[in-house]
């Protein structure tokens, strides 16, 4: 598990600074000099600096039990263009992340095929048997928009909580988002996009590990504002 403080639950305005918060020196993982040094990239298509890796790493004792996290900084993104070859790396940066913050959730991914991909989100993970976290993929080629597969999948169940968090991905290219309540039953969920950010790059990926630190403080917050499943 990585440190992180708990809080409140913000108001949907506020997420873009909060989720963007640099991390405090205790919330950074450490890592001895020799593994920080070979995370360093002077390559100009992907050039990865010292003040990059330091926005999540210190150094220090590495925890082996984050070694998921160093795998999610150095493999890079499938040079191929189906939503298929993403899948094991984006639940390398996304899935297994948000297992590390939160391990007792669950994750649950939906097949690619009909008829599951017209009903259920392709990513959910699960706190307390709620749905905190969904997500949507397309392959860079696609036409089709995730970000509306996103909302049209989606039956808002999680009043008074004001939102939700997701994700929706053309290939690597990833949006971090609110999904806000419905204003009336009648109507779908909206999105408050929070950051968009490219994985195919070592420095943004670094940063949406930064982002998920500071998003899963919010997990049991909004969950404690939900009823529990039982009762819906």
């Given amino acids: 598990m990585i440190n992180r403080p708990t809080m409140g639950v913000p108001l949907v305005e506020e997420l873009k600074n909060l989720v963007q918060k640099p991390l405090a020196e205790g919330e950074k993982i450490p890592i001895p000099l020799r593994l920080f040094a070979s995370l360093l990239s002077i390559s100009v298509e992907d050039r990865c600096s010292q ?8 150094l220090g004792e590495f925890p082996f039990h984050l070694v998921l996290v160093l ?5 890079p993104a499938p040079e191929s263009h189906t939503q298929y070859d993403f899948i094991s790396f984006l639940d390398k940066n996304i899935c297994h992340i948000l297992e590390l913050l939160e391990p007792s959730g669950r994750m649950i991914r939906n097949s690619y095929e009909e008829p599951m991909q017209m009903i259920f989100p392709t990513f959910n993970f699960m706190v307390n048997g709620l749905c905190l976290f969904q997500g949507e993929e397309k392959g860079p080629d696609t036409m089709k928009d995730p970000w509306e597969e996103l909302i049209n999948k989606l039956t808002w169940t999680y009043r008074p909580a ?3 968090f997701g994700y929706y991905c053309y290939g690597s290219r990833m949006t971090l988002t609110a ?3 419905p204003k009336s039953n009648e109507e779908k969920p909206g999105l408050e996009d929070i950051v968009t950010i490219d994985l195919r790059r070592r420095k943004d990926r670094i940063a949406n590990i930064c982002h998920l630190i500071n998003l ?5 917050p909004l969950a404690s504002l939900m009823a529990p499943p039982t009762s819906h």
Avoid: E, G
């Fill in 179 to 181: 999904i806000t309540a």
């Fill in 71 to 75: 795998a999610a900084v150095r493999d």
């Fill in 216 to 220: 899963s403080a919010l997990l049991h």
């Fill in 51 to 58: 003040d990059d890796l330091s926005t999540l790493f210190t």
């Fill in 162 to 164: 004001p939102y939700t």
